[in-house]
C-alpha cells in the first residue's frame, strides 16, 4: 500500500533531530563501550534512588485514586503550590495560579507557545545558535526566523533592535523573542543584566513577547548575574518556561510555564487537546521532591559534580582539540566547539559513534543551518573518567581528517 | 497589556471542552456533595493501591537512572514488548517493534493522527455522536467531517458507502473513517462484525484508512463481538488505538498505537517535537501492572463491579427520567440519554451542579452539533449507592423543565 498520499503538508514542518536519529543508529551498532557526549542528561551519580523509590511508593499512598484518576489540564494543585514557593525563592512572585500551568516537559512549551502565538510568516528571533528542539517546534508554526548572534555577553540585542527597526519599517512587527538567558544551550553563555534590561526595553518600544527558556540558572559555576527576564518585567511581556529536567528527571517529563493568566488559559486550551494533562505521579514526586529538600540536595551535588567534569572537559579539549574554539560556559551542562571550516561534523559523527564517541554536530543548533563546523558536547552525564578518553578520541579523527 | 494581538488564527481550532470548562466551575463552587457522572473515570473501588505503590518504588529501585533518564520517542522497550503479547492476547498480532508507538495517551494519538493525516478541507468520517476529544482533536486540523449516523448494530455503513460514492462521483476521497467499534463512548454501542468487514471492504475499495479506538472492548457485560478491525486488516488500513486510562490508571497517561511503520515512524516524528517522550515512570509501572498480572485482575474487578452499576443506573432512568431513551450499553463506561427535544442539556447543567449532580452535555459528541436533548453520563466512577439518588435528583429538575 502507498501510505504516502494519505500524509498532510503539515507533515514536513515536523523536522527530523539528527540527534534523536543518531540515537536510533546506536542501537543498531550495539556498541561495547560509548562516551555520551550528546543528550542533556544529569549525571546518574547524582541520585539518592532509594530516597526516590519511597517517593514513588509514597506518593501512590498518599493520594490513593487522586494520583490514579485524571487530573486537570491545568497541573495538580499542590504542585502548582510548590512550584510557587519554588519560584518565590529564586526571585520570582507568581502572583496568582492563574499564570502558571503545567507542561508535559519544557518541550512541549515550546510547542504549545509556538502553536498558541505564531501564524504561517510571523516573525520571531532566536540567539544563533541556540537550543536546537526551540527551533524545531517553532517551525511547526512556519515563521520567519531571525537568527540574533552572541558573544560572550550572550545575546547582541543591538543587532536585534537593528533587525526590529528593519521589519518596522517595512510595516511589520516581530511576535517573540527566544532566549535562554543563562548558562544557554548550546554556548554556556550567559546575557549580561544590562542587555537583559535592553532587551525588555526594546519589547516594551517594538511591543513584542520575551520567551525566557530557563532550565539551567540552577547550574552555574562561575561568578554570573542569573536574574531571570521574568523577575525584571513589569508589563507581563515574559513567558518563562522551567522544568525539573534537570534539577531531579527528565523521564518525569515535567515542566512549567508563567506567564499573564490570558495566554496560560490559551495554553490550556490548546494542551487539553494535545494530552489532556500530565502524569500526576511525576507532578505529585516532583512536588514531594522540592518540599522535601531533595531537588535542593540534587542540584548541590550536580553543580558540585559539573563544574570538575566541566573542567576535565576544557582541559581535555585543550590538549587534543587542534584549531578548536569554544567559549568556557559558566553553567549549564555543554560546552559548544567551532571546529576548522574544514571539518563537517555531521559527515563526521559515524565515524565517531563506530569509535566509541557520541556528540550532537552543531548545525541543527544553528537558525540559518550555519555551524557544520560546530559540535555539542554535554559533560554532566558521562563519568568523569571518560571525558578525558572521549575526547581524545575525538581529537584523533578530527586530526585525521585534517591531514586528509 | 493587549494580548489578543499576539494570537495565532490557529487557536480558534482549539475547542473549548464544556467537560472540562465545567470542571472549573465545579472547583469554584464547592459542594457539599457531588455525584459525578461526568468524566470516564474508573471506579476507585478496584485499586489495590498498596501493590500499586509498591510497584511504584520498584520501577525505581529497577531501573534506577533508566527510569529518570531521556528515554526514546517511540516508547521503552520493556514496556513495548509486553504490549506485544498483551495484544497477542487480544488476537492482535503486532509483527515488529516497528509497527507500534507508545504515547501520552491515546488523546495524544488522535493529535498525533490528524496531524500526519489531514490537510485543511480534506474528508474524515466519524460515528455521529462519537467521542468528543476525538472530534476535537481532528479539529485542530480543519477538515470536513463526514457524521454516519449509529444504529443498535454500531456504524451504518451502508450510510457511508452512500457518502462514499458522492465524494468519488466528485472528484473527491475519504482519508480515514474514526470508529470504536466495541463499546463506543458515548453510546455503549457495538458494531457487529458483518458491518466491521463491509467497513474494511469499503476502505479497499475506496482506499482510505481506519483508525479503530479500542479503549473499552476489556468491559463488555453482554455477549458481544469484541473482534478488532487490527486483526481483520489484511491491507495495513487500520490504525488502531488502545490505552492503559481503563484498564489501568488514566492519571498515568501512557496509550499506544498500532499502524503500518510507515505511519508509525512519522507519528515518532511529530511526537518528538510535541513532548520528546511519555513518562518512563508511567510506561515501566504499566509494562510491571500488565506483566504480574495486576491489569487482568483489575479489569475483571472492574468488569464485575461497573456491570452492576450499569444495572443500577438503567434502573434509575427507567424509574426517573420522563420521556427519555437510551440504547442499554453492552459495555464500556457510559449511557446515552435523549430527552424530549424540548430540553437543552447545556442549559440545564448549572442548575444539576447547584444540585449536586454532573454530566456532560451531549451536543459536544454529535459531529453535527446537533444532540442538544442529551447527555452522557458515566456509571463506572460514581459509588453504586450514589447512582439512583443522582438519577432522581436529575430526573426531578428534568420534570420540572418539562412542566413550565
Same mark, same amino acid.
Given at each position: 500500500?502507498?501510505?504516502?498520499?494519505?500524509?498532510?503538508?503539515?507533515?514536513?514542518? $515536523?523536522?527530523?533531530?539528527?540527534?534523536?536519529?543518531?540515537?536510533?543508529?546506536?542501537?543498531?551498532?550495539?556498541?561495547?563501550?560509548?562516551?555520551? $557526549?550528546?543528550?542533556?542528561?544529569?549525571?546518574?551519580?547524582?541520585?539518592?534512588?532509594?530516597?526516590?523509590?519511597?517517593?514513588?511508593?509514597?506518593?501512590?499512598?498518599?493520594y490513593k485514586a487522586s494520583v490514579l484518576l485524571y487530573g486537570s489540564t491545568k497541573g495538580e494543585k499542590g504542585f502548582i503550590e510548590?512550584?510557587?514557593? $519554588?519560584?518565590?525563592?529564586?526571585?520570582? /512572585?507568581?502572583?496568582?495560579? #492563574?499564570?502558571?500551568?503545567?507542561?508535559?516537559?519544557?518541550?512541549?512549551?515550546?510547542?504549545?507557545?509556538?502553536?498558541?502565538?505564531?501564524?504561517?510568516?510571523?516573525?520571531?528571533?532566536?540567539?544563533?545558535?541556540?537550543?536546537?528542539?526551540?527551533?524545531?517546534?517553532?517551525?511547526?508554526? /512556519?515563521?520567519?526566523?531571525?537568527?540574533?548572534?552572541?558573544?560572550?555577553?550572550?545575546?547582541?540585542?543591538?543587532?536585534? !533592535? !537593528?533587525?526590529?527597526?528593519?521589519?518596522? /519599517?517595512?510595516?511589520?512587527?516581530?511576535?517573540?523573542?527566544?532566549?535562554?538567558?543563562?548558562?544557554?544551550?548550546?554556548?554556556?553563555?550567559?546575557?549580561?543584566?544590562?542587555?537583559?534590561?535592553?532587551?525588555?526595553?526594546?519589547?516594551?518600544?517594538?511591543?513584542?513577547?520575551?520567551?525566557? #527558556?530557563?532550565?539551567?540558572?540552577?547550574?552555574?559555576? !562561575?561568578?554570573?548575574?542569573?536574574?531571570?527576564?521574568?523577575?525584571?518585567?513589569?508589563?507581563?511581556?515574559?513567558?518563562?518556561?522551567?522544568?525539573?529536567?534537570?534539577? $531531579?528527571?527528565?523521564?518525569?517529563?515535567?515542566?512549567?510555564?508563567?506567564?499573564?493568566?490570558?495566554?496560560?488559559?490559551?495554553?490550556?486550551?490548546?494542551?487539553?487537546?494535545?494530552?489532556?494533562?500530565?502524569?500526576?505521579?511525576?507532578?505529585?514526586?516532583?512536588?514531594?521532591?522540592?518540599?522535601?529538600?531533595?531537588?535542593? !540536595?540534587?542540584?548541590?551535588?550536580?553543580?558540585?559534580?559539573?563544574?570538575?567534569?566541566?573542567?576535565?572537559?576544557?582541559?581535555?579539549?585543550?590538549e587534543n582539540i587542534p584549531g578548536g574554539k569554544w567559549v568556557k560556559p559558566i553553567g549549564g551542562l555543554f560546552v559548544m566547539v567551532?571546529?576548522?571550516?574544514?571539518?563537517?561534523?555531521?559527515?563526521?559523527?559515524?565515524?565517531?559513534?563506530?569509535?566509541?564517541?557520541?556528540?550532537?554536530?552543531?548545525?541543527?543548533?544553528?537558525?540559518d543551518d550555519s555551524g557544520t563546523n560546530t559540535l555539542r558536547l554535554n559533560f554532566s552525564y558521562p563519568p568523569l573518567e571518560d571525558?578525558?578518553?572521549?575526547?581524545?578520541?575525538?581529537?584523533?579523527?578530527?586530526? #585525521?581528517?585534517?591531514? /586528509?
Amino acid at each position: 500500500m502507498e501510505y504516502r498520499k494519505f500524509l498532510s503538508d503539515r507533515l514536513s514542518l $515536523f523536522r527530523v533531530s539528527a540527534t534523536r536519529e543518531a540515537i536510533k543508529l546506536l542501537e543498531k551498532l550495539k556498541l561495547p563501550k560509548l562516551v555520551r $557526549f550528546a543528550a542533556g542528561n544529569p549525571g546518574p551519580e547524582i541520585y539518592p534512588y532509594e530516597t526516590i523509590a519511597e517517593i514513588a511508593k509514597e506518593v501512590v499512598m498518599q493520594y490513593k485514586a487522586s494520583v490514579l484518576l485524571y487530573g486537570s489540564t491545568k497541573g495538580e494543585k499542590g504542585f502548582i503550590e510548590s512550584l510557587k514557593s $519554588f519560584m518565590y525563592q529564586r526571585g520570582i /512572585n507568581v502572583r496568582s495560579d #492563574d499564570d502558571i500551568i503545567v507542561v508535559t516537559g519544557s518541550q512541549q512549551a515550546l510547542y504549545l507557545i509556538s502553536t498558541l502565538l505564531v501564524n504561517p510568516g510571523d516573525y520571531i528571533a532566536l540567539e544563533n545558535p541556540t537550543y536546537l528542539a526551540a527551533i524545531n517546534a517553532f517551525k511547526t508554526a /512556519n515563521p520567519n526566523m531571525i537568527g540574533v548572534p552572541v558573544d560572550e555577553k550572550g545575546m547582541k540585542v543591538e543587532i536585534l !533592535e !537593528e533587525e526590529l527597526r528593519k521589519l518596522k /519599517n517595512s510595516g511589520k512587527g516581530l511576535k517573540y523573542v527566544y532566549t535562554i538567558p543563562t548558562a544557554s544551550n548550546p554556548t554556556g553563555i550567559s546575557t549580561t543584566l544590562d542587555r537583559k534590561k535592553y532587551l525588555l526595553e526594546l519589547a516594551s518600544k517594538y511591543d513584542f513577547l520575551v520567551v525566557e #527558556d530557563d532550565p539551567y540558572s540552577y547550574f552555574t559555576y !562561575e561568578d554570573t548575574d542569573t536574574t531571570s527576564l521574568k523577575s525584571l518585567d513589569s508589563e507581563g511581556r515574559v513567558i518563562y518556561i522551567s522544568t525539573m529536567s534537570k534539577i $531531579f528527571a527528565p523521564a518525569l517529563r515535567v515542566g512549567w510555564v508563567l506567564a499573564n493568566s490570558v495566554l496560560v488559559s490559551q495554553l490550556e486550551r490548546i494542551k487539553a487537546v494535545i494530552d489532556l494533562h500530565t502524569p500526576l505521579i511525576s507532578q505529585c514526586m516532583s512536588k514531594i521532591a522540592i518540599e522535601r529538600g531533595l531537588v535542593h !540536595e540534587v542540584v548541590r551535588k550536580a553543580k558540585e559534580l559539573y563544574k570538575v567534569k566541566r573542567d576535565a572537559m576544557l582541559k581535555a579539549l585543550e590538549e587534543n582539540i587542534p584549531g578548536g574554539k569554544w567559549v568556557k560556559p559558566i553553567g549549564g551542562l555543554f560546552v559548544m566547539v567551532w571546529l576548522p571550516e574544514k571539518i563537517n561534523t555531521e559527515a563526521l559523527l559515524p565515524d565517531a559513534l563506530r569509535a566509541g564517541v557520541q556528540y550532537v554536530p552543531g548545525r541543527q543548533f544553528f537558525v540559518d543551518d550555519s555551524g557544520t563546523n560546530t559540535l555539542r558536547l554535554n559533560f554532566s552525564y558521562p563519568p568523569l573518567e571518560d571525558i578525558p578518553y572521549g575526547i581524545e578520541v575525538l581529537g584523533k579523527l578530527i586530526k #585525521d581528517k585534517l591531514k /586528509n
